[in-house]
């Protein structure tokens, strides 16, 4: 990416299988056939010593009840159509950190919400991880 552009990041999670688009170009398409990610959560991170990563907005939506697994990228059924009419849920309000926290081996670390309402998340010594806590998108 070119710094000072934003990049619309796509993770679609559906049953067992997983893809990731960067500006509407498929990066990752993933199935998990051991099905060893049933559950988890939305977390944000950043690794490395000096990196700044920044989020404008974070949603998230309920895709409905995923079909059976899947054995192969290839073989996967596209995201069901009637889907596209869920709504999507605010996960950052562009205010500040309310419903994220720390990873308790991580608390303090430099997560911050800067003038524009934008969310900044600064590389240290240690990854920063900056999970949500809200329930309400599920």
């Given at each position: 990416?070119?710094?000072?552009e ?6 679609i ?12 170009k498929?990066?990752?398409d ?8 049933q559950?988890?959560?939305i ?9 700044v ?5 974070i ?17 996967a ?34 997560w ?27």
């Amino acid at each position: 990416p070119i710094p000072g552009e934003w990049v619309k990041l796509e993770v679609i999670a559906e049953g067992n299988r997983f893809r990731i688009s960067a500006n509407d170009k498929l990066a990752v398409d993933h199935v998990d056939t051991d099905n060893t990610y049933q559950r988890g959560h939305i977390a944000l991170q950043v690794m490395d010593p000096g990196s700044v990563i920044e989020f404008e907005s974070i949603e998230v939506k309920d895709l409905g009840r995923p079909g059976p697994p899947v054995a192969a990228p290839s073989s996967a059924a596209p995201t069901d159509p009637s889907s596209r009419s869920r709504r999507f849920v605010q996960l950052f309000n562009g205010k500040d950190l309310t419903g994220w926290s720390h990873a308790p081996e991580h608390m303090g670390r430099d997560w911050t919400v800067n003038a524009n309402g934008e969310l900044v998340g600064t590389g240290s010594d240690a990854p920063a991880v900056l999970a949500t806590t809200r329930t309400d998108y599920t």
